[in-house]
């Protein structure tokens, strides 16, 4: 009899421990965040993002990979319904946001639902704005941006799902397909590749905040190349990797003067 292969999403749910506990009632709109960081100590880009949402109506459902022993050090900024999953640091944020939904499936069931992850540096300003169009859009699947690398597809930062979709048998399959990969490449084509694809075949509509060539990104990371253009025009956040790498992007090391002249903040507080 041939034994059954593990599942690789059930694993790392039955390896997760909570650090932050509640529960998600029918009438909620739920923010599922990936996190990783090699400190304990939660940035202020990510306690101001939880907060955010929170905020705004959606409860804050943190999937933690930080590898250190102790609890994560909040410095007091925990929404207090915040829920706070931590896990082995396996699967990229497909694997963090695939445990989020199947440890909590009511998840699934919510008008509104956002999966993103910590790899922007902000946000330095409300998201109401920013939320209110996901909540408005009439298509199914909605995105911050979208990039025309490798091919055409939804950047997978930052992505809601209207009208309970994830319920559904397509979106169900994909994220609990999810499995670990030693390349990054293979993720980006596996699974950010991925969730154009179920659109596509599966005829889910989606749109975008921020279209990619109206950022004048041609093939290149719209949140790379365009980083000016999307702070203009209202998106207040910055790519972690221009921080940390400010050759990524054009004019990358103007960032910390961009973003204390238009919001009057010191970029070395949030990070």
């Known amino acids: 009899m041939?034994?059954?292969?593990?599942?690789?999403?059930?694993?790392?749910?039955a390896r997760a421990t909570t650090e932050a506990a509640g529960q998600i009632s029918p009438a909620e709109k739920a923010a599922v965040i990936a996190h990783y960081s090699t400190s304990p100590r939660v940035s202020r880009s990510m306690a101001e993002l939880a907060g955010q949402f929170a905020a705004n109506g959606y409860r804050p459902v943190v999937v933690s990979t930080?590898?250190?022993?102790?609890?994560?050090?909040?410095g007091g900024r925990l929404p207090?319904?915040?829920?706070?999953?931590r896990r082995r640091n396996e699967g990229y944020d497909f694997g963090s946001w695939a445990v989020g939904l199947r440890t909590f499936p009511e998840i699934l069931r919510l008008r509104h639902v956002v999966l993103t992850n910590d790899s922007m540096v902000g946000p330095f300003e409300p998201i109401g704005t920013l939320l209110e169009s996901f909540e408005n859009s009439p298509t199914d699947v909605w995105a911050v941006t979208d990039s025309h690398q490798i091919a055409h597809h939804i950047q997978s930062y930052f992505v809601g799902f209207n009208n309970a979709v994830l319920d559904e048998r397509p979106w169900r399959r994909f994220y609990g397909s999810v499995r670990h990969?030693?390349?990054k490449m293979d993720v980006v084509m596996r699974y950010e590749m991925g969730i154009m694809r179920v659109c596509t075949t599966e005829g889910y509509p989606w749109t975008v905040r921020y279209r990619a060539d109206d950022l004048g990104a041609g093939n290149g990371n719209p949140t790379l190349v365009g980083w000016r253009r999307l702070l203009a025009l209202g998106f207040p956040f910055v790519?972690?990797?221009i921080v940390s790498d400010p050759t990524t992007a054009p004019a990358g090391d103007q960032v910390a003067a961009v973003?204390?002249?238009r919001y009057g903040v010191e970029l070395s507080e949030w990070l």
């Open 2 to 13: 041939r034994r059954r292969t593990p599942d690789f999403v059930d694993e790392m749910c």
């Open 66 to 74: 930080c590898p250190a022993l102790e609890p994560l050090d909040w």
């Open 80 to 85: 207090a319904d915040a829920i706070v999953l």
């Open 181 to 183: 990969h030693d390349e």
């Open 239 to 241: 790519k972690r990797t």
């Open 259 to 261: 973003l204390r002249s």
